[in-house]
């Protein structure tokens, strides 16, 4: 039993992320898994400028040993903020101080934009 995060292009309407849900939760239980819930975050790839930023902060966190996968990567340029999750290593025992290092590289990259980083775990 769980949840799971996927991110979504922002183009997609209400009624396709809907069907994208459900054949999720179906997906899941033919393996076995319950599905408690989906949640939907917007990916904004569409925009150059925000895949740039996106390809970059992915090549920061590859220079942070406790940074195993970046997901649900979004730029809001009206609010001038950058959000995502990160998957981190949990073998590793100081990566508390590591992925305060991360985010002060992507606050650096990016000084005029709010950075929200939440870490997740990966099943």
Do not use: W
Not at 35 to 40: A, E, H
Not at 74 to 102: C, G, M, N, Q, W
Request: glycine fraction near 2%; charged fraction near 30%; aromatic fraction near 4%.
């Amino acid at each position: 039993m769980g949840s799971v995060d996927i991110a979504v292009d922002e183009n997609l309407t209400a009624a396709q992320i809907s069907k994208l849900s459900r054949r999720i939760i179906k997906h899941a239980k033919d393996l076995g898994v319950m599905i408690t819930s989906v949640g939907i975050s917007a990916a904004n790839l569409s925009d150059p400028k925000a895949a740039e930023i996106v390809d970059n902060i992915i090549e920061i966190a590859r220079k942070h040993k406790c940074v195993k996968h970046v997901h649900s990567l979004t730029v809001d340029f009206e609010e001038k903020e950058i959000s995502f999750y990160v998957v981190p290593d949990y073998s590793i025992k100081h990566r508390e101080k590591d992925l305060e290092a991360f985010h002060k590289d992507v606050c650096d990259a990016y000084p005029d934009m709010a950075v929200e980083i939440n870490t997740t775990i990966d099943l």
